[in-house]
């Protein structure tokens, strides 16, 4: 485990280093050739699980390791390209760390950043749908904190929203949102998501889940006029 001052000094040379690199150009820089080559060790080890869940739960016990890093290059960089962080921001989604995958990714957006060439989709497809299909799962999950999800759903959508994506990964956002948003009773909002998400792809399925909303909506109307 890396000390609080081993971990100081790895955050702000990397924050040095990618302040003063060159938008576009590759990163470059001691912390970002050391935790290149940790990632390239860390992934040789993540090839030999063939557990998916394993995986998951490997990730989550390396990514500390790697957040001096994040953090260095969140608070100084200029939008160099890296590898390094755009993978992590896979792994983030992949452990349920929403927050720091999307503070990855709004910086990415912002700098348009290219996911490394093992992911087959652009930067902005994997945060939206990973993201979407993570929220959905973790709805499901015994003590889910549902006003937390649906937040992260909207940051979400703030952050990739007017980007160009397929519609059918729009919709998922826009499914996963709304029934973030009917888990946290925000029955009203969550209507809206899900004829959001029905008119990106009317095969989203998501028609039951707007007749029973809108009946609800108008029985609890009836309530409140009674």
Not at 19 to 33: C, I, L, V
Not at 128 to 155: F, H, P, Q, W
Not at 182 to 201: T, W
């Amino acid at each position: 485990m890396k000390s609080p001052a081993r971990k100081h000094f790895e955050q702000v040379s990397a924050a040095k280093a990618a302040g003063t690199a060159t938008p576009g150009e590759q990163q470059q820089g001691e912390q970002y050739e050391l935790h290149a080559r940790a990632l390239y060790e860390a992934r040789r080890t993540l090839k030999a699980i063939r557990s998916i869940e394993a995986k998951i739960e490997k990730k989550r016990q390396l990514l500390p390791d790697f957040i001096p890093y994040i953090n260095g290059v969140l608070a100084e960089g200029k939008g160099a390209k890296d590898d390094v962080l755009m993978t992590l921001m896979v792994w983030c989604i992949d452990v349920g760390d929403y927050e720091k995958a999307m503070e990855i990714g709004a910086y990415a957006v912002k700098h348009k950043l290219d996911t490394p060439d093992q992911y087959d989709r652009d930067t902005v497809s994997i945060l939206a749908e990973e993201i979407a299909e993570g929220v959905k799962a973790s709805l499901e999950k015994e003590g889910a904190d549902y006003d937390a999800l649906a937040n992260v759903m909207a940051r979400c959508i703030a952050i990739v929203g007017d980007a160009d994506m397929h519609d059918q990964i729009k919709a998922k956002v826009h499914k996963s949102y709304g029934y973030a948003l009917r888990a946290a009773e925000d029955v009203e909002s969550a209507l809206e998501q899900l004829k959001r998400a029905l008119e990106l792809n009317d095969k989203i399925g998501v028609k039951q889940d707007i007749k029973q909303l809108e009946s609800l909506i108008k029985k609890q109307g009836e309530q409140a006029n009674a």
